[in-house]
């Protein structure tokens, strides 16, 4: 989405309300994909490339990435106020609601419908994973993206490599790529 059709900014309140609403209906994976319909998708407060951005960025810095991004968005929509709204909607009061679960789960946790529901709530976390990277794979051109994905996949997915090491030997290539395809774009823009 071109950064014109970008509603206007987040004011802290709202920030603040759609945070704690993800964060108190979410439990496990799958956040930056209800991050994306929120933020990207819905609102409209920030543009499909800098929420990708904010998610690349938030992998390869230490911590969990849903919190990560979320500093990422709420410092890109209100500065330093909105990281901290964004952080605290977002690990407040669903941390006061685990605390909750744990002290129901001690004492029911060997309930077969407990199981059950645990493992609905992993399926839909996958769920809702996969379909982020579906949808930054719709964004990616040629094969060299395709080929960078597909070599993390297989490093940290299938070889159990940590992550790091593999996201800071692939930073050359995706740098040396973009590039490439940016002046590709203005070499096309211009003819």
Known sequence: MPDDALRSPATLPALLA????????????????????????????????????????????????????????????????????????????????????????????????????????AAAGIGLTCATGVRAARRMRGVGPFGIAAAVFVAVGVLKWPMVPVVLAVIPPSVALAWRSARQERERRGA
Not at 25 to 45: A, K, P, Q, T, Y
């Open 18 to 121: 759609v945070f704690v609403r993800m964060g108190m209906v979410s439990f496990g994976g799958g956040l930056s994909g209800w991050m994306h319909r929120e933020i990207v998708e819905r609102r409209r407060w920030m543009s499909e490339e800098r929420f990708l951005a904010a998610l690349a960025l938030g992998q390869v810095l230490p911590g969990p990435n849903s919190v990560n991004l979320a500093l990422q968005i709420g410092l890109h929509l209100r500065g330093g106020i909105g990281a901290a709204a964004a952080g605290i909607g977002l690990l407040g009061p669903p941390f006061l609601v685990i605390l909750a679960l744990a002290l129901l789960y001690g004492r029911y946790g060997g309930a077969a419908l407990v199981n059950t529901a645990l493992a609905g709530v």
